[in-house]
């Protein structure tokens, strides 16, 4: 177990090189530059931009350049476009924004989605099980930039209970409409992950064998089908999680908040290298360790695998 | 009493499903494998695969509403020009009448049945619109979801198959991939490949939302091939001597595709999402052709004033992904033998 | 069971829309006098969106015009505008003379200004900040505003003086220059015993101290070089008569000791520029020319403008800064003119997208919104509201033409695709705004004479197009068709927004309409955009817009000013920059507008681009704030603004910008 984690934790260093240095050349690639704008610079002032940031230099010597620090104290450096921040301070100051959303909208997705998926299960192909899925379902069929704004126009334009954007604070109203928003995708995932796990569990042997024993249908349910079947949505749960810390670029732009996905959208239309190049070897990173610890956990859980 | 887990989840390969990014994640049962005696059991497979899709109603719900949405897009625009000469494209000679109007009205209010669905801010015909939309939607689903499936089903397959030190480097790509920022992948393709018809560009389009949407289905197909690949048929193939390849896409292939298959329906909606998205970021389809995404990210905007904008192209859009998931959801308790009750 | 769920189904989505559609009707069937929420804030403090995300709270390093808006409230400079009519009016300077052809300054600064932390503000203080602004290393983008000063543009190019190494001398330009009319400013001409430089007033009745900088000054120019080497060479190696006379000299680099600002004492400042600018008071007011800290600077380097570090010189000073969300600032009693500052401080919230600034500003969660916020189908229902701001911009937006490839090298091709857009309907469509015939703005500049441009003409349109080569047919059905045209080398290109691509489809539609020729539409991510535009590399048609940075209409003019394609047109002309240059010199203000627009009329018609509207500002503020007037850059001396809790003082309508 032990070399194996050792083992992905050294394919996930190169892995991670390889996604910064291919980013790197997409945004050589990408025409216009950080300091494109409307009005066209003078020659001398791009001159002078082009020498402060070395962009006259060949393509090796600044690869190098962007890389060397990486690789050294893992130091990003500064922000093209917002001149003078860091992009270290950038990540630690947007980070917490997307988690708390992210990590609020999963657990009500969580609540509902099991809800719904658990009732879908329980009266397989009856009225209640089409209606459950269909409330899930319209998570996955309406977008999120349709189903944000339409909030906005009940919640606060007309009834102006809650706030129509911006961050107001971690522990505020303004959470609640981006929160609802972001939880419709993942609640019909988690809904027919867990419908599809029940109805698994529910035909198998040893739930037949509870229900035989003569145990309670309530305890049946909750003890053991619900336990067993919800291992897909365990599953399921790293990767969204490391999604929905690192970006939820939609709804931070629905509603104006200063999260991760927002400052990624942005330094993509601004051509802002080294945050880029930051934000998205954040994201790798996370991504990777997700995908380690449900392996490990995997391997807890299901004794029959092995590395 | 010892509780089992579910004994599905060891069957597959654990860091296969969790790659997946919600946008394009599947639903746990789609990427089941089949037991071997399914195998033997041939072409009585695929006929009870459909004696159980239609006996699902959503199912056969969604399948209804597809094909009957992509008719009406097909057929729809040639008959609204015939009858009343609107295109999707046609904006008003006169100065009054190139505004938004409500749908059944004429420009000073008053009934009319020239505009059912109403007019968009140039003064052309919404119902044109949407319908020209449902064209560019289930083009760009049906393409890009073709795009991904050809890469994917030949991606995973070999890397699968061959296994070992292949596998793993194939594998290490497709995370590499994964962790590339889209936008930035999309602004250098729509900008090295420039084309200035209107048809390279939506070919652009095609591609770049099937290079992304390729990954998760080469993860499934190569999970489905390595639980495949010792499996008899294919060892008693390799004895007698079949080249590589020929296994590959002759034996291997066709025993992945009711996962392939379902995964694909479920595909065609996220694609369309995700082109609905990159609208959103105005990276969609050039004007004047619109898709339902373009059209609700235009309609987003003047909701509190003209909601026609969003209610109509957005309602279809939600209809078609609804029938499609309904579908692709059907389709995978079809297939899924385990469901056979 | 089936048929019930369908059945339910189809109600909720049924009842789904009705309510939506009940709810959103009934909110835009509102009849309200005013859009959205009238509640003034409980405090005395006014809440201002000011569009997108501040680069850098360096004024000098940010360029953008959501960015000045912060400026005006932190930072001051010599002038600053006025509230209604952007003229600079006295600011650290308490007043200024100016010589007799405007090309060289003595400013007056006022005694009692200080910095936030309560140092005083000197001239020094200005010599600092400009030398900074314009230093190579600075790298500021604006820096080009202030080439007018004297050797400016040389340090700012890192370039070299030559100088002779034994007899210290330097040469001078003015014995290499090739151009025979060059005509001197009275700011380098030798100052004799009686030259009087400036009038007497009440207030300065003897003029300013000679000092050695000021003689230098009136000294004849140096010869400046490129300084890099390789530049320099292939700069010598066109002009022999100057390699033999720079041989055996030595390179001297420009410093920013060189340029012409000199603090004569603590309270004076000289200003020597390299030609007459008449504009140039004005100019001053940009931010590139406020006050940056000279010690916060050179503490704490690029992190001067953290919150824990900065110093500002404006009537409100940093409270907190949380960027993308809010940036909050307070009163600085520090401040020369505190007492007349009315707000206790100001709320500045960073947001780029319209819906969301105008569903903020309709909840009543902010006081007033940036220019531009109302999208262009909002404005049927915005534009009665008595909150809303109607008022001409300083801003046009054009077609700009790929002059160099055909088929739009031959004027004949871009005079008939400008004759064929009905501009009138056009303006009839949008409403707001006004219309435009060269490249100066409409309204703005009421001295000014128009260009005479085409009218719409499409009979004429067809005929020029068939001159050129590419007849026109008229189909049997009435519509036109022009099959020679080589429609796969046009398209336009435009930034994707959604305000563009209405213009671009209705642009698209006229010439379909009119010329039989389906011009493609194509648009981009704005970098991609700026980018092809920049290096000509798209083919016929491409948006055009710009915004004045100085009230005065050289600063449209000068877009084709120089050779380099700022104007991204690929047209240049020398007959238009001699006027231009002529222009300048004249002091007599219609003289000068008359001889501006003669030039203008050159480049109108060489048509290398086809104008389209003067923009309109087309923002909301709230009737309960007063003194912040829709002027036409949407530039807010912040002093002046307050909050008006009595209803009858309120503003109902647009505040007169007229005295």
Same mark, same amino acid.
């Given at each position: #177990?032990?070399?194996?984690?050792?083992?992905?934790?050294?394919?996930?260093?190169?892995?991670?090189?390889?996604?910064?240095?291919?980013?790197?050349?997409?945004?050589?690639?990408?025409?216009?530059?950080?300091?494109?704008?409307?009005?066209?610079?003078?020659?001398?002032?791009? %001159?002078?931009?082009?020498?402060?940031?070395?962009?006259?230099?060949?393509?090796?010597?600044?690869?190098?350049?962007?890389?060397?620090?990486?690789?050294?104290?893992?130091?990003?450096?500064?922000?093209?476009?917002?001149?003078?921040?860091? +992009?270290?301070?950038?990540?630690?100051?947007?980070?917490?924004?997307?988690?708390?959303?992210?990590?609020?909208?999963?657990?009500?997705?969580?609540?509902?989605?099991?809800?719904?998926?658990?009732?879908?299960?329980?009266?397989?192909?009856?009225?209640?099980?089409?209606?459950?899925?269909?409330?899930?379902?319209?998570?996955?069929?309406?977008?999120?930039?349709?189903?944000?704004?339409?909030?906005?126009?009940?919640?606060?334009?007309?009834?102006?209970?809650?706030?129509?954007?911006?961050?107001?604070?971690?522990?505020?109203?303004?959470?609640?409409?981006?929160?609802?928003?972001?939880?419709?995708?993942?609640?019909?995932?988690?809904?027919?992950?867990?419908?599809?796990?029940?109805?698994?569990?529910?035909?198998?042997?040893?739930?037949?064998?509870?229900?035989?024993?003569? *145990?309670?249908?309530?305890?049946?349910?909750?003890?053991?089908?619900?336990?067993?079947?919800?291992?897909?949505?365990?599953?399921?749960?790293?990767?969204?999680?490391?999604?929905?810390?690192?970006?939820?670029?939609?709804?931070?732009?629905?509603?104006?908040?200063?999260?991760?996905?927002?400052?990624?959208?942005?330094?993509?239309?601004?051509?802002?290298?080294?945050?880029?190049?930051?934000?998205?070897?954040?994201?790798?990173?996370?991504?990777?360790?997700?995908?380690?610890?449900?392996?490990?956990?995997?391997?807890?859980?299901?004794?029959?695998?092995?590395? | 009493?010892?509780?089992?887990?579910?004994?599905?989840?060891?069957?597959?390969?654990?860091?296969?499903?969790?790659?997946?990014?919600?946008?394009?994640?599947?639903?746990?049962?789609?990427?089941?494998?089949?037991?071997?005696?399914?195998?033997?059991?041939?072409?009585?497979?695929?006929?009870?695969?459909?004696?159980?899709? *239609?006996?699902?109603?959503?199912?056969?719900?969604?399948?209804?509403?597809?094909?009957?949405?992509?008719?009406?897009?097909?057929?729809?625009?040639?008959?609204?020009?015939?009858?009343?000469?609107?295109?999707?494209?046609?904006?008003?000679?006169?100065?009054?009448?190139?505004?938004?109007?409500?749908?059944?009205?004429?420009?000073?209010?008053?009934?009319?049945?020239?505009?059912?669905?109403?007019?968009?801010?140039?003064?052309?015909?919404?119902?044109?619109?949407?319908?020209?939309?449902?064209?560019?939607?289930?083009?760009?689903?049906?393409? $890009?979801?073709?795009?991904?499936?050809?890469?994917? +089903?030949?991606?995973?397959?070999?890397?699968?198959?061959?296994?070992?030190?292949?596998?793993?480097?194939?594998?290490?790509?497709?995370?590499?991939?994964?962790?590339?920022?889209?936008?930035?992948?999309?602004?250098?393709?729509?900008?090295?490949?420039?084309?200035?018809?209107?048809?390279?560009?939506?070919?652009?389009?095609?591609?770049?939302?099937?290079?992304?949407?390729?990954?998760?289905?080469?993860?499934?197909?190569?999970?489905?091939?390595?639980?495949?690949?010792?499996?008899?048929?294919?060892?008693?193939?390799?004895?007698?001597?079949?080249?590589?390849?020929?296994?590959? @896409?002759?034996?291997?292939?066709?025993?992945?595709?009711?996962?392939?298959?379902?995964?694909?329906?479920?595909?065609?909606?996220?694609?369309?999402? $995700?082109?609905?998205?990159?609208?959103?970021?105005?990276?969609?389809?050039?004007?004047?052709?619109?898709?339902?995404?373009?059209?609700?990210?235009?309609?987003?905007?003047?909701?509190?004033?003209?909601?026609?904008?969003?209610?109509?192209?957005?309602?279809?859009?939600?209809?078609?992904?609804? =029938?499609?998931?309904?579908?692709?959801?059907?389709?995978?308790?079809?297939?899924?033998?385990?469901?056979?009750? | 069971?089936?048929?019930?769920?369908?059945?339910?189904? =189809?109600?909720?989505?049924?009842?789904?829309?009705?309510?939506?559609?009940?709810?959103?009707?009934?909110?835009?069937? $509102?009849?309200?006098?005013?859009?959205?929420?009238?509640?003034?804030?409980?405090?005395?403090?006014?809440?201002?969106?000011?569009?997108?995300?501040?680069?850098?709270?360096?004024?000098?390093?940010?360029?953008?015009?959501?960015?000045?808006?912060?400026?005006?409230?932190?930072?001051?400079?010599?002038?600053?505008?006025?509230?209604?009519?952007?003229?600079?009016?006295?600011?650290?300077?308490?007043?200024?003379?100016?010589?007799?052809?405007?090309?060289? @300054?003595?400013?007056?600064?006022?005694?009692?200004?200080?910095?936030?932390?309560?140092?005083?503000?000197?001239?020094?203080?200005?010599?600092? $900040?400009?030398?900074?602004?314009?230093?190579?290393?600075? &790298?500021?983008?604006?820096?080009?505003?202030?080439?007018?000063?004297?050797?400016?543009?040389?340090?700012?190019?890192?370039?070299?003086?030559?100088?002779?190494?034994?007899?210290?001398?330097?040469?001078?330009?003015?014995?290499?220059?090739?151009?025979?009319?060059?005509?001197?400013?009275?700011?380098?001409?030798?100052?004799?015993?009686?030259?009087?430089?400036?009038?007497?007033?009440?207030?300065?009745?003897?003029?300013?101290?000679?000092?050695?900088? /000021?003689?230098?000054?009136?000294?004849?120019?140096? *010869?400046?070089?490129?300084?890099? %080497?390789?530049?320099?060479?292939?700069?010598?190696?066109?002009?022999?008569?100057?390699?033999?006379?720079?041989?055996?000299?030595?390179?001297?680099?420009?410093?920013?000791?060189?340029?012409?600002?000199?603090?004569?004492?603590?309270?004076?400042?000289?200003?020597?520029?390299?030609?007459?600018?008449?504009?140039?008071?004005?100019?001053?007011?940009?931010?590139?020319?406020?006050?940056?800290?000279?010690?916060?600077?050179?503490? !704490?380097?690029?992190?001067?403008?953290?919150?824990? /570090?900065?110093?500002?010189?404006?009537?409100?000073?940093?409270?907190?800064?949380?960027?993308?969300?809010?940036?909050?600032?307070?009163?600085?009693?520090? !401040?020369?003119?505190?007492?007349?500052? /009315?707000?206790?401080?100001?709320?500045?919230?960073?947001?780029?997208?319209?819906?969301?600034?105008?569903?903020?500003?309709?909840?009543?969660?902010?006081?007033? +919104?940036?220019?531009?916020?109302?999208?262009?189908?909002?404005?049927?229902?915005?534009?009665?509201?008595?909150?809303?701001?109607?008022?001409? %911009?300083?801003?046009?937006?054009?077609?700009?033409?790929?002059?160099?490839?055909?088929?739009?090298?031959?004027?004949?091709?871009?005079?008939?695709?400008?004759?064929?857009?009905?501009?009138? &309907?056009?303006?009839?469509?949008?409403?707001?705004?006004?219309?435009?015939?060269?490249?100066?703005?409409?309204?703005?500049?009421?001295?000014?004479?128009?260009?005479?441009?085409?009218?719409?003409?499409?009979?004429?349109?067809?005929?020029?197009?068939?001159?050129?080569?590419?007849?026109?047919?008229?189909?049997?059905?009435?519509?036109?068709?022009?099959?020679?045209?080589?429609?796969?080398?046009?398209?336009?290109?435009?930034?994707?927004?959604?305000?563009?691509?209405?213009?671009?489809?209705?642009?698209?539609?006229?010439?379909?309409?009119?010329?039989?020729?389906?011009?493609? *539409?194509?648009? #981009?991510?704005?970098?991609?955009?700026?980018?092809?535009?920049?290096?000509?590399?798209?083919?016929?048609?491409?948006?055009?817009?710009?915004?004045?940075?100085?009230?005065?209409?050289?600063? @449209?003019?000068?877009?084709?000013?120089?050779?380099?394609?700022?104007?991204?047109?690929?047209?240049?002309?020398?007959?238009?920059?001699?006027?231009?240059?002529?222009?300048?010199?004249?002091?007599?203000?219609?003289?000068?507008?008359?001889?501006?627009?003669?030039?203008?009329?050159?480049?109108?018609?060489?048509?290398?681009?086809?104008?389209?509207?003067?923009?309109?500002?087309?923002?909301?503020?709230?009737?309960?704030?007063?003194?912040?007037?829709?002027?036409?850059?949407?530039?807010?001396?912040?002093?002046?603004?307050?909050?008006?809790?009595?209803?009858?003082?309120?503003? !109902?309508?647009?505040?007169?910008?007229?005295?």
């Amino acid at each position: #177990m032990l070399r194996f984690i050792i083992r992905r934790l050294l394919i996930t260093i190169p892995t991670i090189f390889v996604v910064i240095t291919l980013t790197w050349g997409l945004i050589r690639l990408a025409p216009g530059n950080f300091y494109t704008a409307e009005r066209s610079i003078p020659k001398a002032i791009r %001159e002078n931009i082009k020498e402060k940031y070395g962009l006259n230099k060949p393509w090796y010597v600044q690869y190098g350049k962007a890389m060397w620090p990486i690789v050294r104290h893992l130091d990003f450096g500064n922000s093209l476009k917002y001149q003078g921040q860091p +992009v270290s301070n950038i990540i630690a100051r947007s980070l917490p924004v997307s988690a708390t959303i992210g990590l609020l909208a999963y657990l009500l997705a969580l609540i509902l989605g099991i809800t719904f998926g658990s009732i879908a299960a329980l009266k397989q192909n009856s009225a209640w099980d089409y209606a459950s899925m269909a409330v899930a379902m319209l998570g996955i069929s309406i977008p999120n930039f349709v189903v944000g704004p339409l909030l906005v126009m009940v919640f606060s334009l007309s009834l102006y209970w809650l706030p129509p954007a911006r961050w107001g604070g971690f522990w505020s109203k303004s959470l609640i409409l981006p929160v609802l928003t972001l939880s419709g995708l993942y609640m019909a995932y988690i809904a027919r992950l867990t419908r599809a796990g029940m109805l698994e569990v529910l035909r198998s042997d040893y739930i037949r064998t509870a229900r035989s024993k003569g *145990l309670r249908e309530r305890d049946v349910v909750i003890r053991h089908a619900l336990r067993a079947g919800l291992m897909p949505v365990v599953s399921f749960t790293g990767p969204a999680l490391a999604f929905l810390l690192t970006g939820t670029v939609v709804v931070e732009r629905i509603f104006a908040l200063p999260g991760l996905g927002n400052y990624f959208i942005q330094a993509s239309l601004n051509r802002d290298e080294p945050l880029i190049i930051g934000i998205v070897a954040f994201i790798a990173i996370t991504l990777l360790l997700m995908n380690l610890l449900v392996d490990i956990a995997y391997a807890y859980l299901d004794p029959r695998i092995r590395y | 009493m010892k509780e089992e887990p579910p004994d599905f989840i060891s069957r597959q390969e654990p860091r296969d499903l969790i790659h997946v990014p919600p946008e394009f994640a599947v639903a746990e049962g789609a990427v089941r494998v089949l037991d071997e005696d399914e195998y033997v059991a041939g072409s009585s497979l695929w006929k009870d695969a459909r004696r159980r899709l *239609l006996k699902n109603k959503l199912a056969v719900f969604g399948l209804i509403v597809v094909v009957l949405i992509t008719f009406i897009s097909l057929l729809g625009p040639p008959i609204i020009k015939a009858a009343t000469g609107f295109t999707y494209d046609s904006i008003p000679r006169d100065v009054t009448l190139i505004k938004s109007i409500p749908p059944f009205r004429s420009a000073d209010g008053s009934f009319s049945w020239a505009h059912p669905m109403g007019t968009d801010n140039s003064g052309r015909d919404l119902l044109a619109r949407v319908l020209l939309g449902g064209r560019i939607s289930l083009m760009v689903g049906i393409i $890009s979801t073709l795009v991904s499936l050809i890469i994917g +089903v030949g991606y995973g397959a070999v890397a699968g198959y061959l296994g070992g030190r292949v596998d793993n480097w194939m594998m290490r790509l497709v995370d590499v991939l994964y962790s590339l920022p889209y936008i930035i992948l999309v602004i250098v393709l729509l900008a090295v490949f420039r084309s200035s018809t209107a048809v390279g560009q939506l070919v652009l389009l095609f591609i770049a939302l099937g290079s992304v949407s390729w990954l998760t289905m080469a993860r499934i197909v190569r999970g489905q091939v390595l639980s495949l690949k010792n499996q008899e048929f294919v060892v008693a193939a390799r004895a007698t001597g079949v080249s590589t390849t020929r296994i590959i @896409f002759r034996h291997v292939v066709p025993n992945t595709l009711g996962p392939v298959i379902v995964y694909a329906t479920l595909t065609i909606p996220q694609v369309m999402l $995700s082109e609905a998205f990159l609208s959103f970021l105005g990276f969609g389809v050039q004007p004047p052709l619109a898709s339902w995404g373009s059209l609700a990210a235009e309609g987003i905007q003047n909701i509190a004033i003209f909601p026609w904008q969003l209610i109509f192209p957005g309602v279809t859009m939600a209809l078609t992904l609804f =029938s499609l998931n309904f579908l692709g959801d059907g389709l995978r308790d079809a297939l899924d033998p385990q469901m056979r009750t | 069971m089936f048929g019930l769920t369908i059945k339910q189904l =189809s109600a909720v989505l049924f009842l789904g829309t009705l309510v939506l559609g009940t709810i959103s009707c009934a909110a835009s069937a $509102s009849n309200e006098e005013f859009f959205g929420r009238t509640e003034p804030p409980a405090d005395n403090v006014l809440r201002y969106i000011s569009g997108d995300e501040p680069e850098s709270l360096d004024p000098q390093l940010s360029s953008t015009q959501p960015d000045a808006r912060i400026f005006l409230a932190l930072y001051e400079g010599l002038v600053e505008y006025d509230k209604k009519t952007l003229d600079p009016v006295p600011a650290i300077a308490e007043r200024w003379d100016e010589n007799a052809d405007s090309s060289e @300054f003595v400013f007056h600064l006022r005694k009692t200004a200080r910095w936030s932390n309560g140092d005083p503000i000197t001239a020094r203080d200005f010599v600092y $900040s400009f030398r900074r602004g314009i230093s190579p290393e600075l &790298t500021s983008r604006s820096a080009s505003l202030a080439y007018y000063i004297r050797y400016a543009e040389s340090y700012n190019q890192g370039a070299v003086f030559v100088r002779d190494p034994q007899t210290q001398q330097f040469l001078l330009e003015k014995d290499f220059t090739t151009a025979s009319n060059t005509i001197i400013p009275l700011s380098q001409t030798p100052l004799t015993a009686n030259v009087v430089e400036y009038k007497p007033t009440a207030e300065e009745p003897t003029p300013d101290r000679d000092t050695p900088f /000021h003689q230098l000054m009136h000294s004849p120019t140096r *010869l400046t070089l490129p300084g890099n %080497e390789q530049a320099r060479a292939a700069f010598l190696a066109k002009n022999p008569k100057l390699q033999t006379a720079v041989a055996g000299r030595e390179f001297v680099k420009v410093k920013g000791e060189d340029i012409g600002v000199e603090a004569i004492d603590d309270y004076t400042l000289r200003l020597s520029l390299t030609q007459s600018t008449p504009f140039f008071s004005g100019l001053l007011a940009n931010q590139f020319f406020r006050l940056v800290p000279q010690k916060a600077v050179e503490q !704490y380097k690029k992190d001067w403008t953290n919150p824990a /570090h900065i110093v500002t010189c404006g009537p409100f000073k940093m409270k907190s800064w949380r960027p993308y969300n809010e940036l909050a600032l307070v009163r600085d009693p520090m !401040y020369w003119d505190a007492a007349n500052v /009315h707000l206790d401080g100001i709320r500045f919230f960073p947001l780029a997208d319209q819906p969301t600034m105008m569903n903020l500003y309709r909840v009543g969660e902010v006081d007033a +919104v940036a220019n531009h916020s109302i999208i262009s189908a909002w404005v049927d229902s915005v534009r009665f509201k008595k909150d809303y701001m109607a008022a001409p %911009e300083a801003a046009v937006i054009y077609i700009v033409m790929n002059v160099t490839k055909p088929p739009m090298n031959d004027l004949r091709v871009r005079k008939a695709f400008d004759m064929a857009i009905d501009k009138e &309907t056009a303006l009839k469509w949008r409403k707001i705004v006004k219309p435009l015939k060269g490249v100066t703005p409409y309204g703005i500049f009421p001295d000014y004479p128009e260009p005479k441009s085409n009218s719409f003409d499409p009979v004429k349109a067809r005929q020029l197009l068939a001159d050129a080569g590419f007849p026109v047919i008229q189909n049997s059905n009435g519509s036109y068709s022009c099959p020679k045209f080589p429609v796969d080398q046009v398209e336009y290109l435009f930034p994707s927004a959604s305000s563009n691509k209405i213009t671009a489809e209705f642009w698209q539609a006229q010439w379909k309409q009119n010329l039989g020729i389906t011009v493609p *539409l194509r648009s #981009m991510e704005f970098r991609t955009f700026a980018d092809f535009r920049s290096k000509l590399e798209y083919k016929g048609f491409a948006f055009g817009g710009w915004v004045g940075d100085y009230m005065d209409p050289f600063t @449209f003019l000068s877009i084709f000013y120089t050779p380099e394609n700022d104007n991204n047109t690929g047209w240049w002309d020398q007959r238009y920059v001699n006027l231009l240059d002529e222009a300048n010199r004249i002091t007599d203000k219609q003289k000068r507008y008359a001889m501006l627009a003669q030039a203008e009329q050159i480049m109108v018609d060489a048509q290398p681009i086809i104008p389209i509207e003067t923009g309109t500002v087309n923002w909301t503020k709230k009737p309960y704030v007063k003194g912040m007037y829709p002027n036409a850059s949407s530039l807010f001396p912040w002093k002046y603004v307050y909050i008006e809790r009595d209803r009858s003082k309120w503003d !109902y309508g647009t505040p007169s910008l007229a005295e």
